[in-house]
């Protein structure tokens, strides 16, 4: 296995930092000096002499996946580099050329031109591991070379808030700096993770490193090879956490409670499909979808243009929709405006749950900024201490819907809330929109 496993280095050129500027003197205009004073500052240049540029150099780890030269490491480990050289264990060394990169998961894909075929690793399947399981991490501490450590899975689908697709296998084998980017080996030699990043307040290794499941980077390797970069699926949809309020509210039940659909894009695969926000998808393409985080990993991961079942649950029930998957496109914006109802044509005020609030106004637009195109209940007061300002709800934002009924008078807050206590539920979901037009669903007590 060990010979694999390849240290990486990169440099690259950093700007030349100029020395401190010496102001060219002022010379009398016809002076015998003026032309000696000229040819020696623009020689220097008007800020002074300039260091000759210098080289910055790293280190890092990455392994051979394929005899013929392809290479798969972290993408921090050759970000920026102008130069990037492969060294292998018997002390040969290659040039190498970017591939792709994928930022999102930090992924890079290098390929060299071996004289000789490679000796190559294959990926396992990291679905497999469970926690306890005996794993090995090869890469370059420090850049001391090849060196292996041992250690056992800690956890598995690790959320360290490092990009959106967070799913990392967490163990205390030696992870150091320079392991970046080298592989996780199971018991049986395969690779079931690529060695990214250390909890540490020294730098060193204190038993907390996270490694991207190979289920994750061989997708992603995959799609690198054959098109030069990443291609996700995308179905238009703004999702929020199904916090306990929020799933009492719902009648959803049991610890999996899925991904609230906070907004829909009108144009995207999901309206499409019929999906509507205070939806909560249960299942995508057979995938359970366990908590909020769970969706856009197995929505990325989907092929584009499948066609897939979605389970939502809508009213008490388990809806079945249809959807064809999109592809993501990176300027798109993630998060789409929601269609609101009406207000009520005469202004009136109510107030409910430790809020005020009354319908849109020309002077009430103006006070709080509003879109010309918002609709709905604008929030005029949050009373101090209540439920509503615990959940961070404010002066101007607008109340949508009411347990997924649209109001478009206070009257029908009421008439909501009241219909609520009859049935015997002990909160109220809500769906409030703020001064830009983000969406978000809050669950508060109707006790």
């Not at 899975?153 to 296998?169: E, K, M």
């Not at 918002?374 to 819907?401: R, W, Y």
Request: charged share 25%.
């Amino acid at each position: 296995m060990i010979d694999s496993v390849v240290n990486i280095s990169t440099s690259q050129n950093a700007p030349a930092a100029a020395e401190k500027a010496v102001p060219s003197p002022q010379v009398p205009e016809g002076s015998p000096f003026e032309d000696f004073f000229d040819e020696f500052f623009n020689k220097r240049g008007d800020n002074g002499p300039k260091r000759p540029s210098r080289k910055q150099t790293s280190l890092g780890s990455g392994f051979v996946i394929d005899p013929n030269g392809i290479v798969v490491t972290n993408n921090h480990v050759i970000d920026g580099a102008d130069e990037i050289t492969v060294n292998f264990n018997d002390g040969s060394k290659l040039t190498a050329e970017l591939v792709g990169k994928d930022q999102k998961t930090d992924m890079a894909v290098l390929r060299v031109k071996p004289p000789k075929p490679l000796k190559a690793v294959k990926f396992g399947d990291a679905e497999k591991l469970r926690v306890g399981d005996w794993v090995l991490a090869i890469g370059n501490p420090f850049g001391l070379g090849g060196s292996v450590s041992a250690g056992i899975v800690s956890a598995r689908n690790r959320n360290i808030n490092s990009g959106p697709y967070d799913n990392f296998i967490q163990t205390d084998a030696a992870i150091n700096r320079g392991n970046s980017g080298g592989p996780l080996f199971n018991t049986d030699g395969d690779v079931v993770g690529i060695n990214t990043a250390i909890i540490s307040p020294s730098g060193g290794s204190i038993g907390i490193g996270f490694s991207v499941p190979s289920t994750i980077a061989k997708n992603v390797v995959d799609q690198i090879l054959q098109f030069g970069e990443t291609r996700r699926g995308w179905i238009g949809v703004r999702i929020q956490e199904v916090t306990d309020d929020i799933a009492e509210s719902l009648g959803i039940k049991g610890p999996d409670k899925g991904a609230l659909i906070a907004g829909v894009n009108d144009d995207g695969p999901a309206a499409k499909a019929g999906m509507q926000s205070g939806d909560v998808v249960l299942k995508f393409d057979g995938k359970p979808v366990r908590a909020m985080r769970d969706l856009p990993r197995i929505v990325a991961d989907t092929v584009i243009d499948r066609e897939v079942e979605v389970t939502v649950w809508r009213k008490d029930k388990e809806v079945t929709l249809k959807l064809k998957v999109g592809r993501l496109e990176e300027t798109d914006p993630k998060q789409a405006a929601l269609k609101a109802p009406s207000p009520a044509e005469e202004p009136k005020t109510g107030a409910a749950l430790g809020l005020s609030f009354t319908a849109i106004t020309d002077e009430l637009r103006l006070k709080f900024s509003l879109k010309p195109d918002a609709k709905g209940l604008v929030i005029t007061k949050v009373d101090p201490g209540s439920k509503a300002q615990e959940n961070q709800i404010q002066e101007g934002d607008l109340l949508v819907e009411v347990a997924q009924e649209t109001v478009e008078k206070p009257a029908d807050v009421t008439k909501r809330l009241d219909a609520l206590k009859k049935e015997g539920k002990k909160t109220a979901l809500l769906l409030l929109s703020g001064k830009q037009g983000d969406v978000r669903f809050v669950a508060l007590s109707i006790e």
